[in-house]
């Protein structure tokens, strides 16, 4: 369901901006005010496609709360998931600056609030703050790093531990026996995203709690006593 923001969005932004969205941090108060005039505010119910694949990008889009997940289909018909998307995220990226289409579609996670910004109103702002282009930059190379860094490892258990260590920092919280992480996936999901079986992911799940470096809880949870532990394998 979109809705346009109404006289309670200057606040809403302000505290999205402020708060979350890092490429917009340091915008002055009444850039935010002026920015907020521009934006559509949308909520979506989970399971929503946000963005379809091959579908014209020409808007940014950030999540306000709730996850999402990039993905596109392999040649044989199955599922890639290519990009977890959390508070404070964005994408359709592509078609900022030219009539670009998405490679990929994204899809709610959980129930999703996120804000919509148009290309031609991004490109006003980016006039006034083309400091925001190097920061957009910045945070793509950040996120290409990271998959490439997956990719890379050749060796399953350290795909796995990455991905564990990834998974702290976007949902993990601290516990009293260590970090409490909340799993964004199923475990189709997790073998999706790391290019493995299903029943690999769980077989490696299940070594990893055998020697102590995890704990599942549930098929939601996971507690991981010591991060210390999974990083020396990266």
């Known amino acids: 369901m979109a809705q346009n923001c109404s006289h309670d969005c200057t606040l809403c932004l302000h505290k999205l901006c402020m708060k979350r969205i890092p490429v917009f941090s340091d915008l002055k108060k009444d850039d935010l005010e002026q920015l907020a005039k521009r934006i559509i505010h949308e909520q979506h119910p989970k399971g929503t496609l946000i963005l379809r694949s091959e579908e014209k990008a020409d808007n940014l889009i950030i999540i306000n709360s709730g996850e999402a997940k990039a993905y596109r289909y392999t040649f044989d018909g ?14 359709g990226e592509q078609g900022l600056f030219n009539d670009a289409h998405s490679d990929y579609s994204v899809e709610a996670l959980t129930p999703l609030n996120i804000c919509r910004l148009y290309r031609s109103d991004f490109q006003d702002l980016l006039k006034k703050h083309p400091e925001i282009a190097l920061q957009i930059i910045t945070a793509l190379s950040q996120r290409l790093a990271g998959l490439e860094q997956l990719i890379s490892l050749q060796d ?14 976007k949902y993990g919280g601290k516990h009293k026996d ?6 964004p996936l199923s475990r189709e999901g997790m073998a999706n995203y790391l290019g493995i079986a299903r029943e690999t992911v769980s077989r490696k799940l299940k070594q990893l709690e055998s020697d102590g470096s995890i704990k599942l809880i549930g098929t939601k949870h996971i507690l991981i006593p010591n991060i210390e532990n999974l990083k020396p394998v990266i």
Not at 156 to 169: G, K
């Open 78 to 91: 199955k599922e890639q998931i290519l990009y977890l998307f959390s508070e404070g995220d964005f994408f």
């Open 156 to 169: 399953i258990d350290a795909r796995i531990q990455a991905f564990l260590i990834e998974l702290v920092a």
């Open 178 to 183: 260590g970090y409490l992480v909340r799993l």
